[in-house]
C-alpha cells in the first residue's frame, strides 16, 4: 500500500509497519517513493466492531463461538491425566494467575501440589501476605517460602539490557525451584500461572514477534529437569478472572493489578541497586495510596512508577538539585495485549507528584506516561 509521502491517519485497529522489506520494494521503480505495509487487529479490545468482524468470520465458517465456553471440569481432568502420581513444584508469585492455576492443580491433585513463593525482594508487599495467609486458608497447604532477596540483587545489580535482565531472572526462579525438586520425592512438573498474553509476547508461537521475554515463557533456560504444566496459558486475564470465579477464589485476589515475575526489577532502568529499589518501593506505594484514596482503583487496570534512570535539573530550597525522574505509567485493558493510558484526574496527578518529589529522596521530577499499547508496552523494559 503506497501512498507517496503522505501517512493516513488509520482507524482504531490498524497499525502501519514500515519493515526494511517494503522500503525496498518501494525503490524498485524509477521514483522512490515511502511505502508502508498496514496490519490489522480486529482480536483486540480497542478495534471499532472488531468482535462483529471475527462473529461474521466464524459465521462464514459455521462455527458457533458459544460452543467454546471454558469448561472447567476438562481442565481439572487434564492435569490428572498429564501429571499422573507425580508431585508438581507451583510457582506462587501472589498475584492472580498463580492463584487461578495453583486452584486448578490443588483440584486436579490435591496433597501432591508444593506451593513456593520466591522471596526476591522485588514484588510488592502484598504478594507475600496473600501467599502466607490467604492461601493456606484456601487450601489448607502452607506455601514455602524462599528468602533469596540477596542472591537475586547480587545477580542482577550489574544487568543494564531488559532482555539480559528477564532472563537472568527466568533462569534464577527455575534454578531455585529444581533444588526445591531434589529435597522431595517423586516431582516431575512446575505449574506456572502462564497466560496467553505472556507467551505471545515471549515469542512462543511461529507467528508472533519478540516483544519482551516473560520471565515464564522466553526467560525459562533452555534446559529444565521439570516438564511444565500451565493450566491457563489459552486463556487471556478476563477468562482467567472468569476460571477464577466459577473456582469460587475472593475477589481481593482476582481483581488485584497484575504484577509482572520480574517485579521492580523491569521498573528499575540503568543499575539496580538496594537504595534504588527503595526508593521505586516507596514512589510505587505513593502511587497505589493516592489512586485507591481517589476510589480509582477498580477503574484501572495496572498503575505504578518507574525510576527512569534520567535526571533532570531541580530547585531545592535557593539551590539548583540535579535528581532523577520518576515516570508513572496507569492503563485501562481488558485482555493486555492493547490498552489505553488511565485519564487520571489532574488532582489527583498533581498529589501523587507533589507527594513523590517531597518524599522519595534525590527525585527531581515526575512525568506521566501517556503512550498507548501499541506501540509502548506496559512495563518499560
Ligand atoms: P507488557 O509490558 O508486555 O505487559 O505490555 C503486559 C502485562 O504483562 C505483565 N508482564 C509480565 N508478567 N512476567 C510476568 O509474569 C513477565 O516477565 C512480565 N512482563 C510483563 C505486565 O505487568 C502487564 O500486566
Known amino acids: 500500500m503506497s501512498h507517496g509521502d503522505e501517512v493516513i491517519k488509520l482507524p482504531r485497529g490498524f497499525r502501519y509497519i514500515a519493515s526494511s522489506e517494503n522500503i525496498k ?3 524498485i521503480g524509477d521514483e ?16 471499532n466492531y472488531g468482535m462483529e468482524i471475527l462473529k461474521n468470520f466464524l459465521n462464514i465458517c459455521q462455527e458457533n463461538p458459544e460452543s467454546r465456553e471454558i469448561n472447567i471440569k476438562d481442565i481439572i481432568d487434564d492435569i490428572k491425566v498429564k ?4 508431585k508438581v513444584i507451583m510457582a506462587l508469585s501472589g498475584g492472580t494467575d498463580s492463584f487461578v492455576a495453583a486452584t486448578l492443580i490443588a483440584k486436579a491433585i ?6 513456593v513463593y520466591v522471596n526476591s525482594g522485588l514484588m510488592r508487599d502484598n504478594a ?9 486458608k484456601l487450601f489448607a497447604i ?5 528468602k533469596v532477596k540477596n542472591i537475586f540483587l547480587n545477580k542482577i545489580k550489574n544487568i543494564i539490557d531488559p532482555e539480559k535482565k528477564r532472563k537472568t531472572i527466568g533462569l534464577l526462579y527455575v534454578r531455585l525451584f529444581e533444588k526445591v525438586a531434589q529435597k522431595q520425592k517423586n516431582v516431575g512438573f512446575l505449574g506456572q500461572g502462564t497466560t496467553y498474553a505472556d507467551f505471545i509476547h515471549s515469542k512462543s508461537t511461529k507467528h508472533a514477534a519478540l516483544i519482551k521475554s516473560h520471565h515464564n515463557v522466553g526467560g525459562l533456560p533452555k534446559k529444565m529437569k521439570l516438564k511444565l504444566i500451565e493450566p491457563i ?9 472468569y476460571i477464577g470465579k466459577k473456582l469460587g477464589l475472593p475477589e481481593e485476589i482476582l481483581y488485584q493489578q497484575p504484577f509482572p515475575g520480574p517485579g521492580f526489577a523491569v521498573r528499575i532502568l540503568g543499575k539496580i541497586t538496594d537504595n534504588r529499589l527503595r526508593k521505586l518501593k516507596q514512589a510505587d506505594r505513593i502511587v497505589m495510596d493516592e489512586i485507591e484514596k481517589a476510589g480509582l482503583k477498580n477503574q484501572i487496570f495496572q498503575y505504578f512508577a518507574i525510576l527512569t534512570n534520567t535526571k533532570s535539573t531541580a530547585i531545592k530550597g535557593d539551590g539548583r538539585f540535579y535528581g532523577e525522574v520518576v515516570a508513572i505509567r496507569a492503563y485501562t485493558t481488558k485482555d493486555r495485549m492493547t490498552a489505553d493510558w488511565a485519564k487520571i484526574p489532574f488532582e489527583v496527578l498533581q498529589k501523587i507528584s507533589t507527594r513523590i518529589v517531597n518524599e522519595v529522596p534525590e527525585v527531581s521530577r515526575v512525568v506521566y506516561d501517556i503512550t498507548t499499547k501499541p506501540p509502548a508496552t506496559m512495563e518499560w523494559e
Do not use: C, M, W
Request: no cysteine; charged share 20%; net charge positive.
Open 25 to 27: 520494494a518501494a525503490s
Open 32 to 47: 522512490k517513493r515511502n511505502i508502508y505495509g498496514v496490519q490489522f487487529h480486529p482480536e483486540v479490545q480497542h478495534t
Open 83 to 86: 501429571v499422573g502420581n507425580k
Open 110 to 115: 490435591g496433597k501432591n501440589l508444593i506451593p
Open 128 to 136: 507475600l501476605k496473600n501467599v502466607t495467609q490467604i492461601f493456606p
Open 142 to 146: 502452607k506455601p514455602k517460602v524462599l
Open 233 to 241: 496459558r489459552y486463556f487471556y486475564t478476563d477468562q482467567v478472572r
